[in-house]
C-alpha cells in the first residue's frame, strides 16, 4: 500500500475534558503515518486545551491546534477542511475514536477518483458499553445518514461541491452527503470493516436533530408535503411538551 495519500483528521472540540485524551490517543496510534491532524477548539474553558497540549510533542509537525470561538459545530468542521491539506479528509468528534487501522484501511480502498466518500462499519456505544455495528448502504441515504464518523471525504469534493451548512445546529452532515449523492458526481465507497466508535446520544439523536433531518429529506423530496408537515406537527408538539 503507497503511503503517498495524505489524510487530514478534523476534530472539533469544547470543553471537551473528558473524553478529548480517547480521541487523541485513537489518532495517535494509527498505523498509517501520512497525516495530519486539525484540531478546532472553541476556546474551551476547562482542561481541554491543556488534555491537547499534553500530546503536542507526541504528535510532533502533525498536529495543527487552532482555539477561537465559532458559530457552532459546523462552523468549526468547516475551518477544519479550509485548513486541511490531505487528499482525504475525516472528521472525528471529540467523544468517538478510531480503531488503530481505521486510515489504513480507507487509504487502500481509496480508488483515486477525484469526487469520493469512503466510509466503514462503526461501532455505536451506549453509556459507555458497546450496543451495535453499525452500517448503512448509502443507497439508503433518503432514509438515514451513513455513519459520519467513518467517512473520509476527498477534499476535493468539499471544496468544488460545497462544505457544511451552518445554519444547521445537528444535520448539515446529513444535508451535505445528501448533496453529494444527489450530484451524482461522488462516488460511494462503503468498507466492510470497522474503522470507528461512535457515543450515541449527540445532538443528531435530539429532537432537534430529527425535525432538522424532517426538513432536508423535505428539501429533496424525499418524502411528500403531507408526511412532512405531518411529521413536523408531532416533532414540534413533542419538543413543546417537553419544554425544549
Given at each position: 500500500?503507497?503511503?503517498?495519500?495524505?489524510?487530514?483528521?478534523?476534530?472539533?472540540?469544547?470543553?471537551?475534558?473528558?473524553?478529548?485524551?480517547?480521541?487523541?490517543?485513537?489518532?495517535?496510534?494509527?498505523?498509517?503515518?501520512?497525516?495530519?491532524?486539525?484540531?478546532?477548539?472553541?476556546?474551551?474553558?476547562?482542561?481541554?486545551?491543556?488534555?491537547?497540549?499534553?500530546?503536542?510533542?507526541?504528535?510532533g509537525s502533525k498536529l495543527k491546534v487552532v482555539s477561537e470561538?465559532?458559530?457552532?459545530?459546523?462552523?468549526?468542521?468547516?475551518?477544519?477542511?479550509?485548513?486541511?491539506?490531505?487528499?482525504?479528509?475525516?472528521?472525528?468528534?471529540?467523544?468517538?475514536?478510531?480503531?488503530?487501522?481505521?486510515?489504513?484501511?480507507?487509504?487502500?480502498?481509496?480508488?483515486?477518483?477525484?469526487?469520493?466518500?469512503?466510509?466503514?462499519?462503526?461501532?455505536?456505544?451506549?453509556?459507555?458499553?458497546?450496543?451495535?455495528?453499525?452500517?448503512?448502504?448509502?443507497?439508503?441515504?433518503?432514509?438515514?445518514?451513513?455513519?459520519?464518523p467513518s467517512c473520509f471525504v476527498t477534499r476535493d469534493t468539499?471544496?468544488?461541491?460545497?462544505?457544511?451548512?451552518?445554519?444547521?445546529?445537528?444535520?448539515?452532515?446529513?444535508?451535505?452527503?445528501?448533496?453529494?449523492?444527489?450530484?451524482?458526481?461522488?462516488?460511494?465507497?462503503?468498507?466492510?470493516?470497522?474503522?470507528?466508535?461512535?457515543?450515541?446520544?449527540?445532538?443528531?439523536?435530539?429532537?432537534?436533530?430529527?425535525?432538522?433531518?424532517?426538513?432536508?429529506?423535505?428539501?429533496?423530496?424525499?418524502i411528500s408535503s403531507k408526511e412532512y408537515y405531518i411529521t413536523?406537527?408531532?416533532?414540534?408538539?413533542?419538543?413543546?411538551?417537553?419544554?425544549?
Amino acid at each position: 500500500m503507497s503511503d503517498n495519500y495524505k489524510v487530514s483528521i478534523i476534530t472539533a472540540c469544547y470543553n471537551s475534558e473528558k473524553t478529548i485524551e480517547r480521541t487523541l490517543k485513537s489518532v495517535l496510534a494509527q498505523t498509517y503515518s501520512n497525516y495530519e491532524y486539525i484540531i478546532i477548539d472553541g476556546m474551551s474553558t476547562d482542561d481541554t486545551l491543556k488534555i491537547i497540549d499534553a500530546y503536542r510533542n507526541a504528535f510532533g509537525s502533525k498536529l495543527k491546534v487552532v482555539s477561537e470561538r465559532d458559530s457552532g459545530i459546523y462552523n468549526a468542521m468547516n475551518k477544519g477542511i479550509k485548513m486541511a491539506s490531505g487528499e482525504l479528509v475525516g472528521i472525528i468528534n471529540s467523544d468517538d475514536w478510531y480503531e488503530p487501522d481505521a486510515l489504513q484501511t480507507i487509504v487502500y480502498s481509496f480508488n483515486h477518483e477525484k469526487y469520493s466518500v469512503l466510509y466503514g462499519m462503526t461501532y455505536n456505544y451506549l453509556n459507555n458499553k458497546p450496543y451495535q455495528i453499525y452500517m448503512i448502504n448509502y443507497e439508503f441515504l433518503n432514509k438515514v445518514m451513513i455513519p459520519h464518523p467513518s467517512c473520509f471525504v476527498t477534499r476535493d469534493t468539499y471544496l468544488d461541491l460545497g462544505m457544511y451548512d451552518e445554519t444547521y445546529k445537528s444535520s448539515a452532515d446529513y444535508d451535505l452527503f445528501l448533496k453529494f449523492y444527489f450530484s451524482r458526481k461522488v462516488s460511494f465507497i462503503p468498507i466492510m470493516k470497522i474503522v470507528s466508535n461512535f457515543s450515541l446520544g449527540g445532538m443528531s439523536s435530539s429532537l432537534v436533530g430529527a425535525i432538522e433531518s424532517n426538513e432536508i429529506k423535505h428539501k429533496y423530496k424525499l418524502i411528500s408535503s403531507k408526511e412532512y408537515y405531518i411529521t413536523s406537527l408531532k416533532l414540534r408538539l413533542k419538543k413543546a411538551l417537553l419544554g425544549k
